[in-house]
T-cell receptor, first 112, second 111 residues
Framework: NAGVTQTPKFQVLKTGQSMTLQCAQD?????MYWYRQDPGMGLRLIYYSASEGTTDKGEVPNGYNVSRLNKREFSLRLESAAPSQTSVYFC???????????FGSGTRLTVV | KNEVEQSPQNLTAQEGEFITINCSYS?????LHWLQQHPGGGIVSLFMLSSGKKKHGRLIATINIQEKHSSLHITASHPRDSAVYICAVRAYGGATNKLIFGTGTLLAVQP
């Protein structure tokens, strides 16, 4: 089925470890996003990519980096994980002209 | 104050009841989204609105741009409707589809 695929679904890291969350979409969308979801708070934008070759910081970018590898793929990297990065991470894609959003199934990350 | 406010935060209903979830926002918008998230699950887009009303099955979404308010209605509610419902807006004039999210309404429908 067409959509947004995120991997992994679950991950436990030790403080200081690094990892990359992968995201791929097959809807030919130009824009892709990484959000984090924490209890009692709305989803917050970490980074976004309006189109292939561009990336911009969102609301909470500290401690993260991203790569828009091609039109399909947008990865999120934690260089040195901290307990404050324990969260559920969602990747999403959209097409500006149409406006609809498609979300991945989420990655539940725990940093101990 | 959050730019997107939802009410109520928590809602418990009996199966068959008519349910209303409200969303108010303080920015000018070009579109409003209603999203559904089941416990431990992913996020699914239910509606995208820029004016008027949309209906899909037992779900109805309305928006009043002048009052900066939207409602999501569920008719003949069912336990499978139990989920978090999230309102999100795209601010007017944005060059991208970045969304501003409410904190969600947790709905529990009891049989």
């Amino acid at each position: 089925n067409a959509g947004v695929t995120q991997t992994p679904k679950f991950q436990v890291l030790k403080t200081g470890q690094s990892m990359t969350l992968q995201c791929a979409q097959d809807m030919n969308h130009n824009s892709m996003y990484w959000y984090r979801q924490d209890p009692g708070m709305g989803l917050r934008l970490i980074y976004y990519s309006a189109s292939e070759g561009t990336t911009d910081k969102g609301e909470v970018p500290n401690g993260y980096n991203v790569s828009r590898l091609n039109k399909r793929e947008f990865s999120l990297r934690l260089e040195s994980a901290a307990p404050s990065q324990t969260s559920v991470y969602f990747c999403a894609s959209s097409e500006l002209a149409v406006g609809g959003y498609t979300f991945g199934s989420g990655t539940r990350l725990t940093v101990v | 104050k959050n730019e997107v406010e939802q009410s109520p935060q928590n809602l418990t209903a009996q199966e068959g009841e008519f349910i209303t979830i409200n969303c108010s926002y303080s920015v000018g918008i070009s579109a409003l989204h209603w999203l559904q998230q089941h416990p431990g699950g992913g996020i699914v887009s239910l509606f995208m609105l820029s004016s008027g009303k949309k209906k899909h099955g037992r779900l109805i979404a309305t928006i009043n741009i002048q009052e900066k308010h939207s409602s999501l209605h569920i008719t003949a509610s069912h336990p499978r409707d139990s989920a978090v419902y999230i309102c999100a807006v795209r601010a007017y004039g944005g060059a991208t589809n970045k969304l501003i999210f409410g904190t969600g309404t947790l709905l529990a429908v009891q049989p």
